[in-house]
């Protein structure tokens, strides 16, 4: 069945540096992938839409130059946090539509980002 | 806009009881309605879906129907074990809105005591 990947499980690292997520479709090719951010306790938070060979698409009040979303191939997609702070500290989860789906979407394992 | 609304949690049940979560939706459109369950320190799974009116999804004992005439999509269990413990999170895709999107509930925790 469809898998969706992501790496790092858990990161953690120092305030003002940066850190690399990637979210990779094992058994399929994605043109579109998803990025979600979720506060313990809380619901996901769609943080942007990943279009591979264009430009990501971020929602409202995201900061793109924070988070640098590159959509590599039709198989990865990477979240960069930019100059992290402590509360950039989160779940991210990313994922990812196989084609001719239906609407359902595959949702990677997630990484635990801790900014200290 | 669209939205998912779902009971709030924690939802704490002995083993076996019968277990309901209840979700509505708005959508402007024609939306799928999606169960998925996030174990502990896990992403999200898809735990069953339904893609249009009086639709019943099932996986794993679980149940949903999908009632376009109150809108809701609630999730049943007739006995829920340990395992079932979890957070649960009711969600909609309206495909009259071609981004794929889906649109979260908050999620409702399930405790499940032996």
């Known amino acids: 069945g469809a898998v969706v990947s992501q790496h790092p499980s858990r990161v953690i690292c120092k305030s003002g540096t940066s850190v690399k997520i990637e979210c990779r479709s094992l058994?399929?090719?994605?043109?579109?992938m998803f990025w979600y951010r979720q506060f313990p306790k809380q619901s996901l938070m769609l943080m942007a839409t990943s279009n591979e060979g264009s430009k990501a698409t971020y929602e409202q009040g995201v900061e793109k130059d924070k988070f640098l979303i590159n959509h590599a191939s039709l198989t990865l997609s990477t979240l960069t946090v930019t100059s992290a702070h402590p509360e950039d500290s989160s779940f991210y989860i990313c994922s990812a539509s196989p084609p001719r789906s239906q609407d359902e979407q595959y949702f990677g394992p997630g990484t635990r980002l801790t900014v200290t | 806009g669209d939205s998912v609304t779902q009971m709030e949690g924690p939802v704490t049940l002995s083993e076996e009881a019968f277990l309901t979560i209840n979700c509505t939706y708005t959508a402007t459109g024609y939306p799928s309605l999606f169960w998925y369950v996030q174990y502990p320190g896990e992403g999200l799974q898809l735990l069953l879906k339904a893609t249009k009116a009086d639709d019943k999804g099932s996986n794993k004992g679980f149940e949903a129907t999908y009632r376009k005439e109150t809108t809701s999509f609630h999730l049943e269990k007739g006995s829920v074990q340990v395992s079932d413990s979890a957070v649960y999170f009711c969600a909609l895709s309206d495909r009259m809105n071609r981004d794929d999107k889906i649109i979260f509930g908050k999620g409702t925790r399930l405790h499940i005591l032996p």
């Open positions: 058994d399929f090719q994605a043109t579109t």
